[in-house]
């Protein structure tokens, strides 16, 4: 069962820097998939992350490092987020193109 206290709404403690969309994820994902899980990220709903991973993403929003998100489009294609840790780009990719 998720946490009650993930699901709250934070406001973005961190810079997204650029954000670039990779090819695979450009020609895969719908504009409107990719502008939400954006937005999302920065707020520190960090999607379908586990538990740890979740709490991990929070730590490293404090100290400094890489920030990793996961999402589902609505039409099911699952993609993920990333935000460098010098917060200088933050990337929309496919799990495949990592």
């Known amino acids: 069962m998720m946490n009650v206290e993930r699901k709250k709404v934070r406001p973005t403690s961190f810079r997204l820097g650029s954000v670039c969309v990779t090819g695979g994820a ?43 998100s996961v999402y589902r489009s609505r039409s099911g294609v699952r993609f993920w987020v990333i935000t460098e840790a010098d917060r200088s780009v933050t990337t929309v990719l496919l799990p495949e193109e990592y």
């Not at 937005?39 to 404090?62: F, I, L, T, Y």
């Open 26 to 68: 450009a020609n895969t994902l719908d504009q409107e998939d990719i502008l939400r899980a954006v937005g999302r990220h920065a707020r520190r709903d960090w999607g379908e992350v586990c538990e740890a991973d979740w709490e991990r993403n929070d730590q490293s929003v404090e100290e400094g490092f890489r920030l990793l």
